[in-house]
């Protein structure tokens, strides 16, 4: 009889606007699961995207999207909601993950904040990914992980939320560190 696959969690998470959404929907092999809401003018002040930003949605809950690693790997990803406002969640989405990609925006590293030290305080391993974004600050991934203050053992990875490619590559990496740490346990 053939065992069914084990599940294997992870979060996206970081700041508004940073890309967590987009990021999901990159690698799912399902539609995602998407709780985006249109913003209202009571956000106006508060949820800052960036320069040129044309976002008009944000996450009120989670995003969620699912890819077969093989026959006896299923892994789940789950995005966390960027504002503060729905802090609240973050521990049930938490719950069960193995890791977690934490997106940055090099011109707002700042944003990261939030979710660093919320996955540094519950342990939970994970990647610095740097999602740029064209017309806004660019920096080299050293200059953000000074900035950002990570432990040189956090990888610390480009990507474009919007390719499938480097989002595997990010996703491998964070899978790459959990092994590494499992084995040293």
Do not use: H
């Amino acid at each position: 009889m053939k065992r069914p696959p084990i599940p294997v969690k992870i979060l996206v998470s970081g700041g508004f606007g940073v890309g967590k959404t987009t990021t999901v929907g990159a690698l799912s092999e399902i539609e995602p699961l998407s709780t985006e809401a249109a913003m209202t003018s009571a956000s106006l002040g508060v949820d800052y995207a960036g320069e040129g930003s044309q976002k008009t949605t944000t996450t009120v809950a989670m995003d969620f999207g699912r890819v077969t690693i093989d026959d006896s790997i299923i892994l789940y990803m789950f995005g966390t909601p960027g504002q503060d406002r729905f802090g609240f969640m973050w521990n049930d989405l938490a719950d069960g993950a193995l890791g977690g990609i934490v997106l940055v925006d090099p011109s707002r590293i700042d944003d990261c904040f939030v979710a660093l030290d919320y996955f540094e305080k519950i342990g939970l391993p994970f990647v610095l990914a740097v999602n740029s974004f064209a017309g806004r600050d660019q920096l080299t991934l050293d200059q953000v992980r000074a900035a950002a203050n990570v432990d040189p053992a956090v990888p610390v990875v480009a990507l474009d939320a919007r390719s499938r490619e480097d989002v595997k590559r990010a996703v491998l990496t964070l899978l790459q560190l959990i092994l590494s740490r499992a084995k040293a346990a």
